[in-house]
């Protein structure tokens, strides 16, 4: 037994330094006074100093943000409502056909998304830039969030509802004092990850984006093109700590509501 806990921990030690090996030989390099990813010569923030000096560089930011925040909130709560549509459907061979169809865009490689996304704007008329990036953004999202959502669901005791109802509560203040305080975590894990997959996302955003409009990632990759730059570092860097910083607050927000659960729990009893 101590054998096999040895052999896994060191199999995740081992897959944990291949992804983030790059990753921080990515960062450490961001702060080279020689400009280059072979000689470290001195400790320098000359290319953090030329990100935060590009204005065009800042309105992609800021794009980049307002992408990730709008789409967040819309995706949200349309995957709550969809994860509500599921939950409540009786038949089951419904509810595994919602399921399928929810879970197609989660499987499917983001170049064919990207593409249909891409076909599908074009044909309707629909103009690529913000308009396009931000539906992409939404319907890719959506799926995620249901993901996060519906086990919430199938946690809560129907009981709930029915003693709500006894009660003379109506369809809405079920809805808006028993199950959704109840599936809260899972809309802020559900939103929290639509942020961050919405920040990161590459593939769909590069086939909708337009001439006028760009986002970080589409960004680091057009730099990335022309050549070895340190503010290619510097601003990849800058996206991991973002999305890093993310993660730690849903985890903390996601500790909070566990901790104030067993709170609750402990009063009542």
Do not use: C
């Amino acid at each position: 037994m101590v054998k096999k806990r040895t052999w896994a921990t060191i199999y995740l030690f081992i897959v944990f330094i291949v992804l983030y090996l790059p990753i921080f030989y990515l960062m450490f390099y961001s702060f080279n006074k020689a400009g280059n990813m072979t000689h470290f010569t001195g400790f320098t923030l000359d290319w953090y100093q030329e990100v935060f000096s590009d204005k065009r560089l800042i309105v992609i930011v800021i794009d980049t943000i307002v992408i990730a925040l709008l789409s967040s909130v819309i995706s949200t709560a349309l995957g709550v409502f969809g994860a509500l549509a599921i939950y409540m459907t009786k038949s089951r061979r419904s509810k595994n056909t919602l399921l399928s169809l929810n879970n197609v865009l989660m499987v499917s490689p983001d170049v064919i998304i990207g593409a249909s996304f891409l076909i599908l704007f074009t044909l309707i008329g629909i103009k690529l830039g913000f308009f396009s990036v931000l539906l992409a953004h939404i319907a890719f999202s959506v799926p995620i969030v249901v993901l996060m959502v519906l086990p919430k669901l199938q946690e809560m005791s129907p009981t709930l509802i029915d003693a709500a109802r006894d009660l003379g509560a109506k369809r809405l203040d079920v809805l808006m004092k028993v199950v959704l305080p109840f599936i809260t975590p899972g809309i802020f894990a559900g939103f929290f990850m639509a942020l961050t997959y919405s920040l990161d996302d590459f593939a769909v955003t590069f086939f909708v984006t337009g001439n006028g409009f760009s986002t970080l990632s589409v960004e680091i990759y057009s730099r990335a093109r022309q050549g070895i730059s340190m503010s290619v570092n510097a601003l990849s860097t800058l996206i991991f700590l973002l999305t890093l910083a993310i993660v730690l607050i849903y985890y903390f927000f996601s500790s909070e509501m566990g901790k104030k659960k067993r709170r609750s729990g402990g009063e009542h009893a």
